[in-house]
């Protein structure tokens, strides 16, 4: 029973591509974020991150994009529609 209910929340937090334009919550902070651009680096790939109500380039943060079997998610976000 527990095993079912984690992977249920674990299916929350992840989506089937991250993309541009797409709005994630800071898990601690409670902050939204914009997903402004995604590259890739050798081993890994990162979103580059600005706050929703940000104008200048201040608080621009990048995120490492974890990929599992339910899709992939943003290291310490929740997709802020589902939150």
């Known amino acids: 029973m527990t095993e079912g209910c984690f ?3 674990h299916e929350m937090m992840h989506v089937k591509k991250v993309s541009t334009g797409q709005m994630w919550k800071h898990e601690e902070s409670g902050e939204v974020y914009v ?3 995604l590259y890739k680096d050798v081993l890994a790939s990162y979103a580059l991150l600005r706050t ?3 104008t200048g380039t201040d608080g ?3 995120a490492k994009v974890v990929r599992t079997e339910f899709g992939e998610g943003i290291s310490g976000f929740t997709l ?3 939150v």
Request: hydrophobic share 40%; glycine share 0%.
């Open 35 to 37: 997903v402004t651009s």
């Open 60 to 62: 621009n943060r990048r």
């Open 80 to 82: 802020a529609d589902l």
């Open 7 to 9: 992977a249920f929340t």
């Open 52 to 54: 929703a109500n940000q």
